[in-house]
């Protein structure tokens, strides 16, 4: 029997909603392939691709740093280029209907994540470049608003398990009121329609997303088309709904070893 074409695409848990909501359909949609995705934190997930416990096409990550743990002999050399292509600047959501909603509105955000009871949630700095940023946030803020303990008392321990919670599970906990409160990017509050309090712009880290294709991709072919969809105008609107921050798309790696059409695209978008 005939098997239809598709594509699997490994990528943070952050887009969880931005690739099975949005760019997943609209890319099956165009070009008649299937997008299967699979999410979780980056690290987790280069991990994965490195211990051959999952294959994949395509790889998204929220920090290009995770694409130098797969490039090389030593690392499967399973990345040999990526392309930096979107933003998105850490925030803290909260629900509207929590006992601390009003807090955020009146009180500085550092403040309210302070106060007694407050349930929040985050990822683990271990497993997925979200959770590492929400460490550097609370250092640059302790720094700035001159509280040495403030990182500690909000977050407690880097792997503290009344907070530290899976990635693709955070954004459904607190819309159902496990949590008050918790640390997201942008484009997750933005998509999922979360309040949110934004820090000041000269300590909130961001994500910085990359994609590429995997050595030994399973579909090569469909992963290209992937990419060019996702980096070219209908991808690029789709990104821009769902509140990230477009950046022109910056090669980084063996130009040699692009697929062509990708690489005349790249020269093309603004």
């Known amino acids: 029997?005939?098997?239809?074409?598709?594509?699997?695409?490994?990528?943070?848990?952050?887009?969880?909603?931005?690739?099975?909501?949005?760019?997943g359909p609209a890319f099956q949609h165009a070009t008649g392939e299937q997008f299967r995705g699979y999410?979780?934190?980056?690290?987790?997930?280069?991990?994965e691709i490195k211990g051959q416990l999952r294959r994949g096409d395509v790889f998204v990550s929220a920090n290009p740093k995770v694409n130098?743990?797969?490039?090389?002999?030593?690392?499967?050399?399973?990345?040999?280029?990526y392309v930096m292509f979107a933003e998105s600047p850490l925030v803290i959501g909260y629900n509207p209907h929590s006992r601390f909603a009003a807090d955020f509105k009146?009180?500085?955000?550092?403040?309210?994540?302070?106060?007694?009871?407050?349930?929040?949630?985050?990822?683990?700095?271990?497993?997925?470049?979200k959770g590492a940023l929400t460490l550097t946030l609370m250092q640059r803020a302790a720094e700035l608003y001159h509280e040495p303990e403030l990182s500690q008392h909000v977050l407690g321990a880097p792997d503290n398990p009344a907070q530290v919670l899976p990635e693709p599970t955070l954004v459904g906990r607190l819309q159902?009121?496990?949590?008050?409160?918790?640390?997201?990017?942008?484009?997750?509050?933005?998509?999922?329609?979360?309040?949110?309090?934004?820090?000041?712009?000269?300590?909130?880290?961001?994500?910085?997303?990359?994609?590429?294709?995997?050595?030994?991709?399973?579909?090569?072919?469909?992963?290209?088309?992937?990419?060019?969809?996702?980096?070219?105008?209908?991808?690029?609107?789709?990104?821009?709904?769902?509140g990230l921050n477009l950046r022109a798309p910056t090669l980084i790696g063996a130009e040699q070893?692009?697929?062509?059409?990708?690489?005349?695209?790249?020269?093309?978008v603004p």
Not at 39 to 47: K, Q, Y
Not at 112 to 125: A, E, F, H, Y
């Open 176 to 242: 159902s009121g496990e949590l008050d409160a918790g640390f997201f990017y942008s484009t997750e509050t933005s998509t999922a329609h979360i309040p949110a309090v934004s820090p000041p712009a000269e300590i909130a880290p961001k994500a910085e997303y990359t994609v590429t294709i995997l050595r030994q991709a399973p579909d090569a072919q469909a992963a290209e088309q992937f990419l060019r969809f996702l980096l070219d105008a209908p991808g690029r609107q789709l990104l821009r709904e769902h």
């Open 68 to 81: 130098q743990s797969l490039e090389g002999p030593d690392n499967g050399d399973w990345v040999h280029w």
């Open 106 to 129: 009146r009180k500085p955000w550092y403040q309210v994540l302070s106060s007694p009871g407050i349930r929040i949630g985050r990822t683990d700095p271990k497993l997925d470049p």
């Open 39 to 47: 999410a979780a934190g980056s690290n987790a997930l280069a991990n």
């Open 257 to 268: 070893d692009v697929p062509a059409g990708i690489r005349a695209l790249l020269h093309s």
């Open 1 to 23: 029997m005939w098997a239809a074409r598709h594509v699997d695409v490994l990528y943070a848990g952050s887009l969880v909603n931005l690739m099975e909501q949005s760019v």
